[in-house]
T-cell receptor, first 111, second 115 residues
Framework: NAGVTQTPKFRVLKTGQSMTLLCAQD?????MYWYRQDPGMGLRLIHY???????AKGEVPDGYNVSRLKKQNFLLGLESAAPSQTSVYFCASSALDGEQYFGPGTRLTVT | GENVEQHPSTLSVQEGDSAVIKCTYS??????FPWYKQELGKRPQLIID?????GEKKDQRIAVTLNKTAKHFSLHITETQPEDSAVYFCAASKDSGAGSYQLTFGKGTKLSVIP
């Protein structure tokens, strides 16, 4: 039981490049979330999903897209990376009780 | 939307002393209040949570209190140990109706326990 996993762990992009972050969970959770964490800012919700095939916007969705084609996976895409997207990205999943389990994070640098 | 304020931003205590971190929230409909601990370079991990139908919850050395009227909640750590040193985040949320909780986090408190 791996819990929540994220790939890749680290990535460096040039401005304008695109990439996809993958989140996978093996707890059969319905709900999945993407957050970004910046120094002094706490965690901010980017997008979330309440089930397979559904997505919704969070607090800071601009510049990101998501997809949830399979229940266990939640993908976060950056179509044209900008330096302002340099951050640590965390995925989380939860069941009905609301407790969110976080992945190990992806550290992204955009130059 | 929800706004969560967390204080203090840094806190230093002597080993064995107590530590208190306070948060306020703005949305009176919020009903779920978790606290996360994040060690350097690691993922946030839930340490305790409270729902709006109770005023206090304890788990060994950790307790959380909730005042719905004043819209604030606090984390209390007693008999602090060096391994309690970390960044602590409070969060507030309400059930969206679809069963998911969109958490709004405070900006964190860096707790240092001095041996």
């Amino acid at each position: 039981n791996a819990g929540v996993t994220q790939t890749p762990k680290f990535r460096v992009l040039k401005t304008g490049q695109s990439m996809t972050l993958l989140c996978a969970q093996d707890m059969n959770h319905e709900y999945m979330y993407w957050y970004r964490q910046d120094p002094g800012m706490g965690l901010r919700l980017i997008h979330y999903s309440v089930g397979e095939g559904t997505t919704a916007k969070g607090e800071v969705p601009d510049g990101y897209n998501v997809s949830r084609l399979k229940k266990q996976n939640f993908l976060l895409g950056l179509e044209s990376a900008a330096p302002s997207q340099t951050s640590v990205y965390f995925c989380a999943s939860s069941a009905l009780d609301g407790e969110q389990y976080f992945g190990p994070g992806t550290r992204l640098t955009v130059t | 939307g929800e706004n969560v304020e967390q204080h203090p931003s840094t806190l230093s205590v002597q080993e064995g002393d107590s530590a208190v971190i306070k948060c306020t929230y703005s949305d009176s409909a919020s009903n779920y209040f978790p606290w996360y601990k994040q060690e350097l370079g690691k993922r946030p991990q839930l340490i305790i949570d409270i729902r709006s139908n109770v005023g206090e919850k304890k788990d060994q050395r950790i307790a959380v209190t909730l005042n719905k009227t004043a819209k604030h909640f606090s984390l209390h750590i007693t008999e602090t140990q060096p391994e309690d040193s970390a960044v602590y985040f409070c969060a507030a949320s309400k059930d969206s109706g679809a069963g998911s909780y969109q958490l709004t986090f405070g900006k964190g408190t860096k707790l240092s326990v001095i041996p």
